[in-house]
């Protein structure tokens, strides 16, 4: 015998209840899409104050080396004065030691160690859309102009730093050369006036009889103490740039 089972009585939705699911599944949707790009932009916004506190800590240590570089350009125009002052004379005795001393420094360059990771990290990492202040990365890409360009000048330094070396040797005491070579120009201030008397009364040979290997090292040192005023001028501008970065990054991402 067969049992019939009845069929339960079918439901039609109505048109609103349609139209009130479509709308809590398109809530549903948004809101997560809503929280995350809530997510990513606080992601975001941690990272970039990350990337800020290491930009500072960079740019202070690029203001160091900044400082010393300065000071050290200004020593090597000083040596440079020096020397030209110095050839105006007859180069015997004194003079030719005195001539002899300040030509050790004439030939001396020092990179300078910029601290470029973090920038570089955020370049490459494609990490700079996390700075969305448009005066911030203004700022960010003229500090990097400028410090190629500081580079550039002083791998040009270098390049002529040992041509004028090259000149050196065949016009300084070799004894004198050796023991001048323990002192260097980034420190040229610490030098004992003592010391220096020391120096300036070496009993080194006439210079008189090198005179054409003298102008040709002074044609050299003369482009070199050029661009090192040109080169204090950029390290200004350098310096100048950095506080006001380490300011803007301080003030943007409230840093201590």
């Not at 050290?72 to 030209?84: G, H, K, N, Q, W």
């Not at 300078?112 to 700075?131: A, D, H, M, P, V």
Request: no cysteine.
């Amino acid at each position: 015998m067969e049992v019939h089972h009845p069929h339960p009585p079918s439901h039609k939705k109505k048109w609103s209840e349609y139209i009130i699911e479509f709308v809590l599944l398109f809530l549903a949707v948004f809101l997560g899409f809503i929280a995350e790009n809530i997510r990513e932009h606080v992601g975001e916004q941690n990272r970039a104050k990350e990337f800020s506190a290491s930009l500072v800590r960079d740019l202070q240590s690029d203001t160091i080396a900044i400082n010393n570089q300065i000071k050290t350009s200004r020593f090597y125009i000083a040596v440079s004065d020096s020397l030209l002052q110095l050839s105006k004379t007859k180069l015997d005795g004194r003079n030719a030691a005195q001539f002899s001393f300040y030509s050790r420094f004439a030939y001396w360059t020092q990179p300078i160690s910029w601290n470029r990771s973090t920038f570089e990290q955020i370049k490459n990492s494609g990490s700079l859309r996390y700075f969305t202040n448009v005066d911030l990365m203004k700022k960010l890409l003229e500090y990097s102009a400028i410090v190629n360009t500081i580079n550039s000048e002083v791998e040009n330094n270098k390049i002529r730093g040992n041509m004028l070396l090259t000149s050196l040797n065949s016009i300084i005491d070799p004894q004198l050369h050796q023991n001048l070579s323990q002192y260097f120009l980034a420190t040229f201030d610490t030098m004992s006036t003592k010391t220096k008397e020391s120096f300036f009364s070496y009993k080194t040979g006439s210079l008189e009889n090198k005179r054409e290997k003298i102008m040709e090292m002074l044609n050299m040192v003369i482009v070199n103490q050029r661009n090192h005023q040109a080169q204090v001028d950029d390290l200004g501008q350098a310096s100048l740039l950095a506080a006001e970065l380490i300011d803007t990054l301080k003030k943007e991402y409230h840093l201590e």
